[in-house]
């Protein structure tokens, strides 16, 4: 089955939202299958945790660009290790221009490729907070 979602921005109009509504249905989601939200930046997803959830083993989650679901690249990391955890499969229309299609053999290396650099960013971003914390604590010792 597939399983559409798609987000905008409550600064974006409603035409955004249909746009990006009829490619997820012309690509062959069932409007009733189709999760959307209007959210602010920092704003939960409920609608795409619910259309997680309602994936089962060989469906895919169909979505127009990776930044439907949020610009948090941790959190868009939980979201590709729950979508594999359910063994479903992941489509994003447009990556730079390209589709991905985890259930190809392209799309998986492309989608490992994502997974990768979310990795790498979340580990920069841990490293930068240690070395904030080892900072402060040296300027808390020289202080005293």
């Known amino acids: ?29 069932q409007e009733q299958n189709i999760y959307t939200e209007e959210t602010a930046r920092e704003e939960e997803r409920f609608e795409l945790l619910l259309a997680v959830n309602a994936l089962r083993k060989g469906d895919k989650l169909v979505v127009p660009r990776l930044s439907s679901f949020g610009y ?4 868009i990391g939980r979201i590709l290790e729950k979508i594999e955890n359910k063994s479903a499969n992941l489509v994003i229309l447009d990556l730079g221009g390209a589709l991905l299609d985890s259930s190809t053999k392209v799309g998986a290396s492309m989608l490992i490729s994502l997974q990768a650099t979310i990795s790498l960013d979340v580990e920069e971003m841990r490293e930068r907070k240690l070395e904030e914390l080892k900072s402060n604590r040296h300027n808390y010792a020289q202080a005293i």
């Open 72 to 75: 948090d690249l941790t959190e």
């Open 1 to 29: 089955m597939l399983i559409g979602y798609t987000r905008i921005a409550k600064v974006q109009s409603a035409e955004d939202l249909n746009i990006q509504k009829n490619a997820l249905i012309d690509f062959g989601c």
